[in-house]
């Protein structure tokens, strides 16, 4: 079952902006990851936060979580025409130990105009 | 990262015909291995999980008897989409987990996908 919000559901800006996204989910967790999806292809993982972590950095990548809020953000600097895509949030459910078992957000898709 | 291959990367077939997918981890040996569905513009659905050697384990509301799993090796995985009907067309996507390549807890490595069509 999904467990994830997400939103915006869909975000357009321009090449050179910041993109942010944010993410919200139900239970607690061990961890949460972000996924890209290009249309049509199978997901690349991102980045990792662990539950105790608050923020962490990848490049241009920017995840923070706040567990009390059971919400994550993906930051996006300086984007580029090539992070068109589709960023889905995935949470680590408390319990499903080292099953590998995701949970998926629905999602924001973004386009990034050159 | 570790490579995750299906196949086929899309089919199309009749009405009432069965279809095998397959998901073969390449270069790792995957202790688990996912089956997703994906409707159009909509986020992943896992369907269920394989194990190697074991029977899957499938989510609530998916058929078992309609979406065949078999985890026959720890590097392949087949759903089998039995008595296929235009309703079960979709995106599948599989992800393999462990054998020690999931540097990142729970961290999952995706194939490519299969755009399964049904007339």
């Known amino acids: 079952s999904q467990q994830g919000e997400e939103d915006p559901q869909a975000l357009s800006i321009q090449e050179g902006e910041n993109a942010t996204m944010n993410c919200s989910y139900k239970?607690?967790?061990?961890?949460l990851q972000w996924y890209r999806q290009n249309s049509g292809r199978g997901l690349v993982h991102l980045i990792l936060?662990?539950?105790?972590?608050r923020e962490k950095h990848s490049g241009r990548l920017r995840v923070t979580l706040d567990t009390s809020k059971k919400s994550s953000s993906l930051l996006i600097t300086a984007s580029r025409a090539a992070d068109t895509a589709s960023y889905f949030c995935?949470?680590?459910?408390?319990?499903?130990?080292?099953?590998?078992?995701?949970?998926f957000g629905q999602g924001t898709t973004l386009q990034v105009k050159p | 990262g570790a490579v995750v291959s299906q196949h086929p990367s899309w089919v199309i077939c009749k009405s009432g015909t069965s279809v095998k997918i397959e998901c073969r981890s390449l270069?790792?040996?995957?202790?688990?291995m996912f089956w997703y569905r994906q409707f159009p513009k909509q986020s992943l659905m896992l369907m269920a999980t394989?194990?190697?050697?074991?029977?899957?384990?499938?989510e609530q509301g998916v058929e078992k008897d309609k979406f065949l799993i078999n985890h026959a090796s720890l590097t392949l995985s087949t759903l089998t989409v039995t008595s296929a009907h235009p309703e079960d067309s979709s995106f599948y996507i599989c992800?393999?987990?462990?054998?020690?390549?999931?540097?990142?807890?729970?961290?999952?490595?995706f194939g490519p996908g299969t755009r399964l069509t049904v007339l």
């Open positions: 992800s393999a987990f462990g054998g020690g390549v999931s540097s990142s807890y729970n961290e999952q490595f």
């Open positions: 394989s194990n190697e050697g074991s029977k899957a384990t499938y």
């Open positions: 995935a949470t680590a459910p408390i319990g499903s130990g080292n099953t590998g078992k995701l949970i």
């Open positions: 270069d790792f040996q995957a202790t688990t």
């Open positions: 936060i662990r539950s105790n972590e």
């Open positions: 239970t607690s967790i061990n961890n």
